[in-house]
């Protein structure tokens, strides 16, 4: 792999996949602890459509991925808290209609013919300089953001009705979570792809919870497990020559599996241990 950090489109994609697993490292814990997966995954494919439009309309990528993202977003977190017996059935039909704006809108976009398999399944050997900054700059407004509001997201993430309580303003700090979800989403995409985001969001972050004592070590562990996966899936890829998203996630996946065996075996131990006798 050491040979490969030689071009510049590689350096470019494990700088891009570092970013994005440190972001997804932190959000996701959030995304876990606050069992919002399913809200995750509608933000993600409803994202969709913010592609089409900047292809469409001539934007730049990230400008109008991110707002059409947002804007989906802040709508699923107002259903998800005024709605919630409905709130399934809203996500599943604004996921299915920000998909369907995105591709209609990339069938009619003139004389461009887009690569939707770069957006399903990730390009991040095609990451260019110029959006490594703005990954930057959003990567660091998302972390600026957590650190203001963690005391906040920490008492709303494990005791909603206490953190009222408290005079946590919890429904604002709902939406800003949900935003700096769609915002790590759009910057996912780029390296895993669409269809593969919410594993780099989930799986580092699941298997952090079972080894953390509290939600800032399981944010940290996260981002290194989620560093690790991104620069073993890039080695796997540039050596059997395959999809670098997909090798990520497939590197996440074993680990993930790996880890619920570790888990079962330890616990088979325990409860097979003998009893010391009493004398």
């Known amino acids: 792999m050491l040979e490969a950090l030689?071009?510049?489109?590689?350096?470019?994609?494990?700088?891009?996949?570092?970013?994005?697993?440190?972001?997804?490292?932190?959000?996701?814990?959030?995304v876990v602890v606050n069992r919002i997966v399913f809200l995750a995954g509608g933000i993600a494919h409803a994202a969709y459509g913010g592609i089409g439009l900047s292809f469409f309309f001539g934007w730049p990528y990230m400008a109008g991925t991110v707002g059409f993202a947002l804007v989906a977003a802040m709508v699923m977190a107002l259903v998800t808290l005024?709605?919630?017996?409905?709130?399934?059935?809203?996500?599943?039909?604004i996921w299915a209609l920000g998909m369907a704006i995105g591709i209609i809108l990339l069938d009619l976009t003139p004389g461009y013919n887009v690569d939707l398999m770069s957006y399903?399944?990730?390009?991040?050997?095609?990451?260019?300089?110029?959006?490594?900054?703005?990954?930057?700059?959003?990567?660091?407004?998302?972390?600026?953001?957590?650190?203001?509001f963690y005391r906040g997201f920490l008492a709303m993430s494990y005791d909603e009705?206490?953190?009222?309580?408290?005079?946590?303003?919890?429904?604002?700090?709902?939406?800003?979570?949900?935003?700096?979800?769609?915002?790590?989403?759009?910057?996912?995409?780029?390296?895993?792809?669409?269809?593969?985001?919410?594993?780099?969001?989930?799986?580092?972050?699941?298997?952090?919870?079972?080894?953390?004592?509290?939600?800032?070590?399981?944010?940290?562990?996260?981002?290194?497990?989620?560093?690790?996966?991104?620069?073993?899936?890039?080695?796997?890829?540039?050596?059997?020559?395959?999809t670098s998203g997909a090798a990520i996630i497939l590197v996440a996946g074993v680990c993930f599996f790996l880890a619920i065996g570790v888990d079962k075996l330890r616990s088979s131990f325990r409860t097979r241990k003998p009893e010391p006798r009493t004398p």
């Not at 005024?82 to 039909?93: A, E, P």
Request: aromatic share 8%; net charge positive; proline share 3%.
């Open 6 to 30: 030689q071009f510049e489109f590689f350096r470019n994609a494990l700088l891009a996949g570092l970013m994005a697993s440190i972001i997804c490292g932190v959000i996701g814990s959030l």
């Open 82 to 93: 005024r709605l919630k017996h409905r709130s399934d059935t809203v996500i599943g039909v």
């Open 120 to 148: 399903l399944f990730g390009s991040i050997l095609a990451v260019p300089g110029s959006d490594l900054l703005q990954m930057f700059i959003a990567s660091t407004a998302i972390l600026i953001t957590l650190l203001s």
């Open 161 to 242: 009705e206490f953190a009222r309580l408290r005079g946590v303003p919890v429904g604002l700090l709902y939406f800003v979570m949900i935003g700096m979800i769609a915002v790590s989403v759009v910057i996912t995409i780029r390296v895993v792809g669409l269809i593969l985001v919410i594993a780099l969001l989930t799986i580092p972050p699941f298997i952090a919870e079972r080894y953390a004592g509290s939600l800032a070590t399981m944010m940290a562990v996260s981002a290194v497990l989620g560093a690790l996966f991104t620069c073993a899936g890039l080695w796997l890829s540039y050596s059997a020559n395959l």
